[in-house]
């Protein structure tokens, strides 16, 4: 006989194998069957940058549903994929998604939001609900004012549905009054045991258990504490979770030390921890307070977190001791917000034995502080001497911080309010660019994502630890210092110079807007002239930032700013011509002649300098560019070459000097992977760029090319391949075949593959490169000799 269960399952096998719909499955009972859906295209599947499969959403809505679906008009270089962020499908109605999933079985479900424009419609005037199985998940949710707040350019919201009877998902979406929803991605997973069945205890009210098991949960943060970010496809249990690097939510200046599980000790799931929770890596790496107990003694390990006022949050620590074995060795006390949840914790004493993992939920009632939105979350760890432990120490591995539904069973919270800084700071860029927050992309977004809700607390213990990387310049932009070697020039020069800005004589379009070929002094001198486009994304700030940053950096291999013009709320930067363009216009889809390889050796040269001077030689501090690319480096009519584009270049607190952007910015292709992952930008970042630079140089192809098989479509990814089976003969430009000193072409093919190492740390200084570079030029020219 089969059970209900069973004839369900068969209806639900029988039903996605009628609808064809790709169906993940894992070996486990019951079987977790997840969708993993991007919503807005005609398509059938798709694969992010990550390599995981996506489907199309089209299935589960009504047949006689009313949306429409459509492509994003831009995409911000932040965007981890286009898979599923540039497709969304659009709400004017009503509507709702229907899914089948196993019964009584809890379920994972993200949404992933790009607020972006499509069908021309504005994302600023989008308003709408989500409301999952009767739960309010998201009430009069703007994604626009969301993401600009946490200034981040997409939206990931992460909720675990309570089990229900019936196995069905009912999604609605509902567009607030007069508005229109949007959605570009939906995930539906579900948890094969429910990670939320126990209870927790509300902290100061003992006796009052918050029950987990019928309520619905929001994850707002999930952090590997001491240890990496690990993507969803390395999560456990193939439950596609995200976990952050803790770092960033450090309070104050004592970070404790991080810790990695000795390669002897095993790490394994128990009964009550299993795959579902957290995976390994989670537990074999930690932080700890230090070696001194002296110091310990004096300080707590603390987190603080910045939630929605209101709710009830349930902070999840998870615990595995590595480092001792014995009762009594490492005992500490856990505040949260300031009150002990847990005296003489001993992590051995709650599970016998080193390398077996342990978490502990704990509830707390966070009320409105302050200020609305201001309200926080602290998780702080001291050691505890009452019973005289052998170290005078803490330990934790992981931290998880849920919102648990309020009694009108909703997750929703206001909108927040961006802060009066990013305000003010904006108010600047509107008259230039209405249709674009540039400031959302700007200033932080620490976590590089997902349930990213950066505290603020977070992003100064985050400058502070950075600072010394960066050049600290004047970040007020009204009172604008140009330091001697600028001029400014006024319109009517500058319209006198380009003939009222007559199109034949565009030479270049960026994003910023188009560069003219034009002459200063009565025809004199010629110059490239930058015009910003008012809807372009270059705001002000940055304008002032390269105004600034060329005007005080002066050397052979950088391009030279002469001057700037800001009138009639144009923005206009004039520099030296570059007769020559830039280097990707000698090295591929191009008709003019192909670089000789000295040629290429010494422009490549000539860039490095550059990009040594930045990182070393220009005061005292680390200029990071941040988009090195072969459209950036350009050429004089002597073809010495010159690194340009300063617009994004990383120039330190600004502001009020206490945010910092670390929003990944930068160019497809060149992206350093670390920066990416961790949003730690340090000159390393440009040593991979450069590293990318250097493939294309040796190629003559682009970073990407799409049109490519899998394995090419990636330059690095396909010329590393190539290089470790020693075919570097299968990756050279095929005009340099056999003009190239073989030893040089080794050295140059070393130099390249160490800078796009994926390890920061493990790349060589530009110093280092350049010493290379040199080294390769000589032995060409000694061939040269010989010949
Ligand atoms: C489609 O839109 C119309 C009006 O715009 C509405 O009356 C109708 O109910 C909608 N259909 C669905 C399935 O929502
Ligand atoms: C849309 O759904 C909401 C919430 O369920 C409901 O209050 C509203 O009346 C619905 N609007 C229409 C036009 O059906
Ligand atoms: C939705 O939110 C916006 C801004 O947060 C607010 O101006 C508007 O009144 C809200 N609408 C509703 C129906 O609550
Ligand atoms: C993540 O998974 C990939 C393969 O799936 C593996 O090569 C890589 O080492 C993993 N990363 C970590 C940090 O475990
Ligand atoms: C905890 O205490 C510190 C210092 O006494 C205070 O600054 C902080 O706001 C408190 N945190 C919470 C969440 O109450
Ligand atoms: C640690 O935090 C607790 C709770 O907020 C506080 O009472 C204690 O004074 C703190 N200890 C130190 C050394 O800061
Ligand atoms: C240390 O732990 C013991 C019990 O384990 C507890 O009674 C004591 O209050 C704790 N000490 C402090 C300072 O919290
Ligand atoms: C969450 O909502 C459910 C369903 O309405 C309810 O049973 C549960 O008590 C709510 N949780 C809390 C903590 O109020
Ligand atoms: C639940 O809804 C009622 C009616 O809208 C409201 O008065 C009450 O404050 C809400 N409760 C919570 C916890 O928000």
Redesign the pocket.
């Known amino acids: 006989m089969y059970s209900t269960y069973q004839i369900l399952l068969l209806v639900f096998c029988f039903y996605l194998a009628n609808n064809s719909i790709n169906v993940l499955s894992a070996a486990s009972e019951p079987k977790p069957i997840a969708y993993i859906l991007f919503c807005g295209t005609s398509s059938q599947d798709a694969v992010d940058s990550d390599g995981r499969k996506w489907n199309s959403d089209g299935n589960f809505l009504l047949p006689s549903d009313n949306s429409t679906i459509s492509e994003a008009l831009s995409q911000d270089p932040s965007l981890p994929s286009t898979v599923p962020y540039m497709n969304a499908r659009i709400f004017t109605s009503n509507s709702s998604y229907n899914f089948i999933v196993p019964p009584r079985t809890r379920i994972w479900l993200r949404l992933h939001f790009y607020p972006s424009r499509y069908n021309y419609l504005d994302p600023s005037k989008a308003y709408f609900s989500v409301i999952g199985n009767g739960f309010t998940l998201l009430n009069n949710f703007s994604a626009f004012i969301t993401a600009k707040a946490l200034t981040q350019a997409y939206i990931a919201r992460e909720f675990s549905l309570p089990p229900v009877e019936t196995g069905n998902l009912d999604i609605a979406i509902v567009p607030s009054e007069g508005s229109h929803a949007f959605i570009n991605g939906i995930e539906v997973i579900p948890m094969p045991h429910d990670i939320f069945q126990h209870p927790a205890a509300l902290v100061g009210y003992s006796d009052h258990p918050v029950d987990l098991h019928s309520s619905s949960l929001q994850t707002m943060f999930r952090l590997n504490v001491g240890g990496q970010f690990i993507t969803p496809n390395n999560d456990s249990g193939g439950l596609k979770r995200t976990w952050f690097d803790d770092s960033p939510y450090l309070l104050g200046a004592a970070f404790g030390v991080t810790s990695n599980a000795d390669k002897n000790v095993r790490i394994q799931y128990s009964k009550d921890v299993t795959e579902d929770v957290a995976p390994l890596n989670v537990y074999s790496t930690a932080r700890t307070m230090g070696p001194d107990p002296n110091v310990n003694w004096n300080y707590n390990l603390t987190w603080v977190f910045r939630v929605d006022p209101?709710f009830i949050y349930v902070v999840r620590l998870h615990f595995c001791e590595f480092d001792f074995n014995k009762v009594n060795q490492r005992v500490f006390d856990i505040y949260v917000n300031n009150q002990t949840v847990q005296s003489g914790a001993d992590v051995i004493a709650w599970v016998d034995s080193q390398g077996l993992p342990i978490y502990k939920d704990y509830a707390i009632h966070v009320e409105d502080q302050s200020r609305a939105g201001e309200s926080e979350i602290w998780v702080a760890l001291h050691p505890n001497a009452s019973t005289k432990p052998e170290h005078y120490d803490a330990i934790l591995n992981g931290l998880e911080v849920f919102k648990v539904n309020?009694?009108?069973a909703?997750l929703a919270g206001l909108n927040p309010e961006p802060s009066a800084m990013l305000v003010n700071a904006e108010e600047h860029e509107k008259e230039l660019s209405p249709s674009r927050s540039r400031l959302g992309r700007l200033l932080c977004g620490v976590a590089g994502g997902v349930f990213c809700c950066a505290t603020v607390a977070a992003i100064l213990v985050f400058i502070r630890r950075k600072t010394n990387y960066w050049l600290l310049i004047n970040g007020d932009s009204h009172t604008l210092t140009i330091g001697g070697h600028c001029r400014r020039f006024t319109l009517w020069e500058i319209k006198q110079g380009t003939n009222h800005f007559d199109e034949s004589k565009v030479i270049g379009i960026g994003g910023f807007g188009k560069v003219y070929k034009g002459t200063i002094d009565y025809g004199a001198t010629k110059v490239a002239i930058k015009r910003s486009n008012p809807d372009s994304h270059q705001g002000v700030k940055e304008f002032h930032t390269e105004i600034q940053m060329l005007s005080k950096l002066r050397h052979r291999h950088l391009v030279s700013l002469i001057g700037f013009c800001e009138e009639n709320g144009e923005m206009i930067l004039v520099y030296d011509y570059m007769a020559n363009g830039t280097l990707r216009e000698h090295l591929y889809n191009t008709d003019k002649p192909p670089l000789p390889w000295k040629k290429r050796l010494e422009i490549a040269i000539g860039a490095a300098k550059g990009l040594h001077y930045l990182h070393t030689g220009a005061a005292k501090y680390t200029i990071i560019h941040r988009d090195v690319k072969t459209t950036n480096i350009l050429l004089d009519e002597n073809w010495v070459s010159k690194v340009s584009d300063f617009g994004l270049s990383k120039t330190g607190p600004n502001l009020d000097q206490t945010h910092v952007n670390t929003v990944v910015k930068g160019s497809f292709g060149y992206l350093d992977p670390e920066y990416y992952r961790r949003q730690q930008l340090t000159e390393k970042s440009d040593v991979y760029s450069f590293g990318v630079v250097l493939f294309e140089v040796l190629c003559g192809r682009p970073p990407l090319k799409r049109n490519l098989c899998r394995e090419q479509a990636c330059l690095v990814d396909w010329a590393l391949q190539c290089l470790r089976k020693g075919n570097v003969h299968e990756i050279i430009d095929p005009c340099l075949m056999g003009k190239v000193n073989p030893w040089c072409l080794e050295i140059f093919a070393e130099a390249a593959q160490k800078c796009v190492s994926d390890r920061g740390s493990d790349r060589p200084s530009m110093g280092d490169v350049l010493r290379n570079l040199e080294f390769c030029l000589q032995l060409e020219e000694y061939t040269d000799i010989q010949l």
């Open positions: 209101g309020d009694t009108n909703t």
